[in-house]
């Protein structure tokens, strides 16, 4: 990781690009487990944060959350 990293998002992206995987993830669905690979991971993250941005969240407001990225189904 550079040193020009600051923010949390700014690390979460850069870890995305240095450390694809095909299988950053394994959720179980249907009985099986089926590997999330970085790109996918990263495409929901930026859903949300467009969503928070939809919402009215700018940058430097804060939000609570609860993560259920993988408690949702499919």
């Not at 850069?14 to 450390?19: A, I, Q």
């Not at 959720?27 to 690979?37: C, H, L, N, Q, T």
């Amino acid at each position: 990781m550079t040193d020009s990293v600051t923010t949390l998002s700014r690390v979460f992206l850069t870890n995305c690009r240095e450390f694809v995987r095909p299988d950053l993830f394994l959720v179980k669905r249907e009985g099986s487990y089926a590997a999330i690979p970085t790109a996918e991971f990263e495409a929901g993250v930026r859903e949300l944060a467009l969503g928070f941005r939809e919402l009215g969240l700018r940058p430097g407001d804060r939000a609570g959350l609860h993560w259920v990225y993988f408690d949702l189904p499919p």
